[in-house]
């Protein structure tokens, strides 16, 4: 898939304009990931039992911070760096408003590195994997900083991540993926690992046309717990699986409970 790789060559700013060609389509492409449910049902248990206002990094369509406010009542500010993502998103919060809706949903539009938020959240929690699209060690430790800014003393920062499967990882390289396929819409995933460099070049097709592509990187457990401590938090707990079992070496994530 060598065309793959010169279209990537053609375009430098890829994250800033990651998720604008496949928003519409976000919810259908993101079901095709195995952990979609999981991390829906994770996060639905444990946020409630924990203090706010929340922030959310990442929100895009908001599937997880409109599920929040709609059963619970609780303020949420959701971030995300992609306009097209959070005009769907405030879409379908001003309908949920109109049925009943327990919370409230705030968004504003914003890189999660560039946070200028001080003491005023009990909670921030960064899902899905979405710690990946921060490309260098710079992007990591400015976006853990701002979160420790915005965090009351004493407040949480919850994230997930992948443990990375270098045997999976080899075995879909440079092939399509299927995501998700109805009568109209069949979307593809297409990976180019750089396994040396420690990212890799994502690129969505629907219908077999490419519509968004970015770079993804992949960090081990120990780094980013380097990181984490280096700024200031500390451990409340590792879990391994998003049904809430502790960490071991067999573990398909990294689920971090880190404290103010």
């Not at 800014?149 to 399509?176: M, S, V």
């Not at 299927?178 to 069949?186: A, F, I, N, R």
């Amino acid at each position: 898939m060598r065309n793959i790789s010169q279209t990537l060559c053609k375009k430098r700013n890829l994250q800033k304009t990651a998720y604008a060609g496949i928003a519409k389509y976000y919810d259908q492409w993101c079901s095709g990931d195995p952990f979609y449910e999981q991390t829906k049902e994770f996060y639905m248990r444990v946020l409630p039992t924990k203090e706010g206002p929340f922030l959310e990094l990442g929100v895009g369509t908001g599937r997880l911070a409109r599920l929040l406010v709609q059963h619970h009542e609780v303020e949420v500010t959701g971030v995300d760096i992609c306009e097209e993502m959070l005009a769907i998103c405030e879409a379908a919060y001003q309908q949920q408003k109109e049925v009943g809706c327990l919370g409230t949903l705030f968004l504003k539009q914003g890189d999660m590195t560039e946070l200028q938020c001080f003491e005023q959240f009990g909670t921030i929690y960064l899902p899905f994997r979405t710690v990946g699209h921060l490309l260098n060690e710079k992007q990591i430790e400015a976006m853990f900083q701002g979160v420790y800014r915005a965090l009351k003393p004493g407040g949480l920062f919850l994230l997930d991540h992948y443990i990375f499967n270098r045997e999976w990882a080899e075995q879909h390289n440079d092939i399509d993926i299927l995501m998700y396929s109805d009568k109209s819409v069949q979307i593809q995933d297409h990976y180019i690992y750089h396994f040396e460099k420690g990212y890799m070049d994502s690129f969505i097709k629907v219908n077999g046309i490419i519509v968004d592509q970015f770079q993804f990187r992949w960090y081990s457990k120990d780094y980013i717990e380097s990181i984490a401590k280096k700024e200031g938090f500390f451990l409340e707990a590792l879990i391994g699986e998003f049904n809430g079992s502790v960490w071991n070496e067999q573990s398909s994530n990294q689920i971090w409970f880190w404290r103010k």
